[in-house]
């Protein structure tokens, strides 16, 4: 995919850097000294590139991090304040849940690269990204409870990630989880050592670029669309989308790869 490509929006004071190279967009949430707090403006990068990203079929994963110390505190909680309006909420909390279904609906999966705290959106972007690794050292919490401000949107995420009880008590109490119990909960793929995070998202990543980006895709928007139907439908969805990928150059080209017993030449369009 050629060189280091260092994208223009990564200048002094950007809120986003973005990295791409071998067909991995890597967006860092650069707010160090606000622990990556979701702001408006970082929250219009994010769709931004996003939107960018969607389009560009060079890029097949996209990995989000935070830069500093964590991996995202939520939504900036001193901005919110100084907004105190109805209209301000509305559309600020709207803005965070376009962003959040972007994650979900571009064709590129998106690993979510976490270490220090994930909390209140910060947590919720963990449960969006389609995949997640984290340090052993992470920490992730959805503690808007703990400030009288129940995690309306972040339960989203997480309720369709862990079971419902244990949704509820992180909901709930505000409490922190270490990234084993994350694991174990289905919020994340793995927890591995810090010093193992870089290698085991890279592997992840590249494991995924090694496949067909028609099916990549295909599989995406048919995951989502079908979780949200009952089983009847679900399966017709299925067959449907199935039949349509048959159709498509590298499901020949991976089944007659298959029987012939060599690496299949995948067409990437």
């Known amino acids: 995919m050629g060189a280091e490509n260092t994208a223009r929006l990564n200048v002094?004071?950007?809120?986003?850097?973005?990295?791409?190279?071998?067909?991995?967009?890597?967006?860092?949430?650069?707010?160090?000294?606000a622990y990556n707090a979701l702001s408006e403006e970082l929250l219009a990068a994010l769709q931004t590139e996003l939107d960018k990203i969607s389009n560009d079929s060079s890029i097949r994963v996209v990995v989000l991090e935070g830069s500093g110390a964590a991996f995202c505190a939520g939504h900036d909680l001193k901005q919110m304040r100084a907004n105190p309006s109805r209209e301000y909420y509305d559309s600020l909390f709207n803005t965070c849940s376009q962003f959040m279904l972007t994650v979900m609906r571009i064709p590129q999966p998106v690993i979510a690269k976490v270490h220090g705290i994930a909390t209140a959106a910060g947590c919720q972007l963990v449960g969006t990204c389609d995949l997640a690794i984290a340090s052993n050292e992470a920490k992730f919490a959805t503690s808007g409870i703990n400030y009288g401000l129940f995690c309306s949107t972040p339960a989203v995420a997480v309720s369709r990630n862990i079971h419902r009880k244990k949704a509820a008590e992180l909901l709930f109490t505000g409490e922190f989880i270490d990234s084993k119990t994350a694991e174990s909960l289905g919020l994340i793929n793995?927890?591995?050592?810090?010093?193992?995070?870089?290698?085991?998202?890279?592997?992840?990543?590249?494991?995924?670029?090694?496949?067909?980006?028609?099916?990549?895709?295909?599989?995406?928007?048919?995951?989502?669309?079908?979780?949200?139907?009952?089983?009847?439908?679900?399966?017709?969805?299925?067959?449907?989308?199935?039949?349509?990928?048959m159709m498509a150059f590298d499901a020949g080209e991976g089944i007659d790869a298959f029987i012939e017993k060599r690496p299949a030449s995948w067409k990437h369009v």
Do not use: H, W
């Open 190 to 245: 793995k927890s591995v050592a810090a010093e193992n995070l870089d290698e085991e998202v890279m592997k992840m990543a590249q494991s995924i670029i090694r496949k067909s980006a028609v099916a990549v895709a295909t599989g995406k928007r048919m995951l989502y669309r079908q979780m949200e139907m009952g089983v009847d439908d679900a399966y017709k969805f299925a067959a449907e989308t199935m039949a349509c990928n």
């Open 12 to 33: 002094d004071g950007a809120v986003l850097l973005r990295t791409d190279r071998e067909g991995i967009a890597n967006l860092t949430l650069n707010r160090p000294d």
